[in-house]
């Protein structure tokens, strides 16, 4: 692990402590899960599960691996508030909020 990931990962949880108010320890752990996360989506395909704004739960099948062909514009950049990914079963680049992320399979 580099020292950028580290400050990546510290850089969301205090980001998660503000905007959510639950305690650090489990803003922490939140963000080294989503960081686990999108490591494994570099990597290949990942099962996982969100909570969408309507409330209900999306199961995603999501990538970053190898997508690079599908970008089209130069997007928004990136906040640190969501994680981007590729959705292999809709064909398309969707997002979520960090702290709707229910669990990886």
């Given at each position: 692990?580099?020292?950028?990931?580290?400050?990546?990962?510290?850089?969301?949880?205090?980001?998660?402590?503000?905007?959510?108010?639950?305690?650090?320890?489990?803003?922490?752990?939140?963000?080294?899960?989503?960081?686990?996360?999108?490591?494994?989506?570099?990597?290949?395909?990942?099962?996982?599960?969100?909570?969408?704004t309507?409330?209900?739960?999306?199961?995603?099948?999501?990538?970053?691996?190898?997508v690079?062909?599908?970008?089209?514009?130069?997007?928004?950049?990136?906040?640190?508030?969501?994680?981007?990914?590729?959705?292999?079963?809709?064909?398309?680049?969707?997002?979520?909020?960090?702290?709707?992320?229910?669990?990886?399979?």
């Open positions: 692990m580099k020292r950028n990931d580290l400050q990546k990962i510290m850089r969301r949880a205090w980001a998660l402590f503000r905007s959510t108010g639950r305690t650090f320890s489990v803003c922490l752990s939140k963000a080294w899960e989503l960081y686990r996360l999108t490591k494994r989506m570099r990597a290949g395909v990942v099962l996982f599960a969100y909570e969408k309507d409330g209900s739960l999306r199961k995603a099948c999501g990538t970053l691996h190898d690079a062909a599908t970008v089209k514009g130069t997007g928004r950049p990136d906040d640190g508030q969501t994680v981007k990914y590729y959705d292999v079963e809709a064909g398309g680049w969707r997002s979520f909020k960090v702290e709707n992320l229910v669990t990886v399979y």
